[in-house]
């Protein structure tokens, strides 16, 4: 097999530079070291370690933001993007993989299955957040609260003791499981949707308009498709009561038809990667686009701190006014 030297950089705290989607991609066709002087190097959006490496840069990123093709050769994002150098591969493509969730997402039960699931679920609805900076989310929560108990188990709005340790372990005896984005846009669907479809609960969908491109819109609520939050905890209180409409959404397939299928999509990532490998062309930090990179990047800090000194002017005019 041909030996690649390849490195990640930039991604989170936690994650495994021998065990994540494009490494277990490559190392069945390429012998793979990570090495500090790579021949191609992966990064995400969550430092400037890339801006050392003037190898091939490969940029991936698990959060809403837009790839710069000034600095990157090619970007994995969520967006529906047509230039050349870009794919769409969401973050829940990699869940899939890196759980082993593919066979009992393809599964679809029997009415049968189905009737044991929806009896076996306990409770009506949870939520499990970690990040308050949504506003969609922390409304919803609270006025279906009104309504209904709903259980809390992340570290925002916790209601259940503490924070839970397994989410998977925790959602499972749920109907209904609050899948909301942090934001939306476009494209951007992350694993809050796959995570209750791979537990047989029903999520209820806030975020990416286009989610019916990825998943079956039969298999979820789609908070964009009621006129108000009071019709949708309706929704709810119906299929909670009527069993039927229930065990008609859990015998869904899960994903739409829309989808590329999931080994197709691991297919093209992976003739992607290789053709970068295979026919190399002059790396992207080596042009001139590295220069424009680097002045968007001086342009954003200096735009940072004039906001900060703005910001510090005006606290400090209020002050002087009130005394």
């Known amino acids: ?28 066709k390429y012998e793979l070291s990570i090495d500090e002087n790579p021949d191609l190097l992966f990064y995400s959006c969550y430092g400037k370690e890339y801006l050392k490496y003037n190898c091939i840069r490969i940029f991936y990123t698990a959060e809403n933001i837009r790839a710069d093709f000034t600095a990157c050769d090619f970007a994995f994002s969520f967006d529906y993007n047509k ?13 899939v993989d890196l759980l082993n969730m593919l066979n009992k997402l393809q599964t679809i039960p029997s009415k049968e299955e189905a009737v044991k699931i929806w009896k ?24 279906i ?5 709903v259980d809390s188990g992340g570290s925002v709005l916790n209601n259940v003791g503490g924070k839970v340790q397994d989410k998977f ?31 047989d609960c029903i999520p209820i969908y806030w975020g990416n308009k286009l989610v019916d491109k990825d998943f079956n819109p039969k298999r979820f ?4 498709d009621f006129k108000s939050e009071k019709e949708l905890i309706d929704k709810l209180l119906e299929i909670n009561e009527n069993e039927a409409l229930a065990i008609d959404m859990l ?14 999509e691991r297919l093209k990532v992976f003739q992607i990667i290789s053709n970068l490998i295979e026919n190399p062309k002059k790396p992207i930090a080596r042009q001139l686009w590295r220069h424009i990179h680097a002045y968007k990047l001086f342009y954003k800090k200096i735009k940072k701190l004039l906001v900060v000194k703005i910001q510090k002017i005006f606290i400090k005019s209020n002050k002087k006014d009130i005394e």
């Not at 609260?145 to 108990?149: D, G, Q, T």
């Not at 499981?177 to 537990?199: R, W």
């Not at 899960?254 to 299928?261: D, E, I, Q, R, W």
Request: charged content about 25%; hydrophobic content about 35%; overall charge positive.
């Open 251 to 264: 015998m869904q397939p899960t994903f739409s038809n829309y989808k590329l299928a999931h080994e197709k």
């Open 1 to 28: 097999m041909k030996k690649i030297k390849i490195n990640f950089v930039d991604f989170w705290p936690d994650f495994n530079k021998t065990n994540n989607y494009f490494y277990n991609l490559l190392i069945q």
């Open 145 to 149: 609260s009104k309504v209904i108990h």
């Open 83 to 95: 230039r050349k150098n870009h794919f769409r591969l969401p973050l829940y493509s990699m869940y």
């Open 120 to 143: 076996n679920k306990s409770k009506f609805c949870c939520m499990v957040v970690s990040n308050p900076n949504s506003k969609e989310r922390m409304t919803f929560f609270k006025n």
């Open 169 to 199: 372990e925790f959602i499972k005896d749920y109907k209904f499981v609050i899948s909301f984005e942090n934001s939306a846009h476009n494209g951007y669907t992350t694993e809050k949707i796959l995570e209750p479809i791979y537990k």
């Open 221 to 224: 609520i789609n908070y964009k």
